[in-house]
């Protein structure tokens, strides 16, 4: 990929978390500088109003502004701008009033684009396929509004791809209401996530794509890691590439689908703002296995920032 070199910053706003990287690119590469994280809940009773609650809101304009001052830092003489762009997910693209959280946000500061659905699979693809060049690979990213699924090979387009109205946050807000989930609501969940998901999946096997390795980005599928490994303190560096099995997966769902909203906020190696969430997106990624047919998935901390940072530095787009 021919490159504009220079210092970069992509800002990911989704429907639970707000997260940026700062990284250089150049005829190498893509090279981390600094990642930034924040649970926010901008999309916090959206499924069911259709609107960004005002309070969702200005916690994501403070975690922006949070974010310019770490931007701050990495402006130097041999860097003096930092090409930023910013995006938000799901829960912006459901809401009525997105233009008023881009305005918002453009008092911030920052310039957001809404963008579709396919828009994301695309960038999720390109993020997380540019560690496992050559591979056919099928790549889940499970939002908290939404869910993407791309298949392709890493380094070309993606083959096929859905993104479905399916997150961790939706998902609980639509069906669980018992503290733990009771098994109903649990199956009822399942159901409906394997409903609308199972045409893709059949679509893709009639066309005969076989993937070599399901690869998996977000906070659902890292979780899995750190809980897993009791990580105290997060390490991105050994949850990266790191190979979850079946077995794992159930193992970790089981223990939490069993635990109180308390019990799960103290489980070491779980963000506690994600506790809320975290069975739906279990229960999703299950799913997603099942209908892919395999036993287990790689777990990717390149993710939809990389591709957004590879996007605007690729010099075919300029």
Known sequence: MAVRAGRYAAIDIGTVTCRMLVADVDASGLHELDREYVITNLGEGVNASGVLKPQAMERVAQAVDDF????ARFRTAE????????MATSAARDARNAEEFAALLAAHGVTLAVIPGQREAALSFRGASSDFAGEGLLVVDVGGGSTE????????????????DIGCRRVTERFFSADPPTDRELAQARAWVRADMEPFFAAVRT?????????AVAGTATSVVSIHERMEV???ARVHKTVVSRAVLDEVCARLRSCTLEERK??????PGRAPVIVAGLVILQEVLDLAGVGSFTVSETDILHGMILDAADRERW
């Open 149 to 164: 699924v791309v298949a392709g090979r890493a380094g070309a387009d993606p083959f096929m791809s859905h993104s479905f």
């Open 79 to 86: 860097h003096p701008s930092i090409e930023t762009v910013a």
């Open 266 to 271: 103290q489980v070491v190696g779980l963000d």
């Open 68 to 71: 310019q001052r770490v931007l």
């Open 234 to 236: 997060y390490d991105a």
């Open 207 to 215: 066309a005969g794509f076989v993937p070599g390795r399901l690869v």
